[in-house]
């Protein structure tokens, strides 16, 4: 059974750093993209930041310049260093990746980490 795992959450003022990690588990055979999601109370889910196989990157225009993906694929581990941080920025955080695992590529979510900027 495959599981993504976050850490790394936390208060943090506004113009502080954090740094999430999300660490998948299980029989794995491959991964590919792997990405960020946020959620605010009130709004949907929305695509933070996404690196592929490949380690191609993208963002959301509301975070270029202030975050960066990143993963190590000898830990099977993604990350967000984020820089900067406002209070727009907090939401719960989610983890994602497709993991190819018995036989079949599938999607898989993290349970989220909350970041809260505030003052």
């Known amino acids: 059974q495959v599981q993504l795992v976050e850490s790394g959450g936390g208060l943090v003022q506004p113009g502080g750093s954090l740094r999430l990690s999300c660490a998948a588990s299980?029989?794995?055979?491959?991964?590919?993209?792997m990405a960020w999601y946020r959620q605010s109370p009130g709004k949907q889910r929305e695509l933070v930041a996404i690196?592929?196989?490949?380690?191609?990157?993208n963002y959301a225009d509301s975070v270029k310049g202030r975050f960066t993906i990143s993963r190590d694929n000898a830990k099977n581990t993604v990350y967000l260093q984020m820089n900067s941080l406002k209070p727009e920025d907090t939401a719960v955080y989610y983890c994602?990746?497709?993991?190819?695992?018995?036989?079949?590529?599938?999607?898989?979510w993290g349970q989220g980490t909350q970041v809260t900027v505030s003052s």
């Open positions: 994602n990746a497709e993991i190819y695992s018995r036989g079949r590529w599938s999607d898989y």
């Open positions: 299980g029989v794995i055979y491959n991964i590919g993209a």
């Open positions: 690196i592929t196989g490949g380690s191609s990157t």
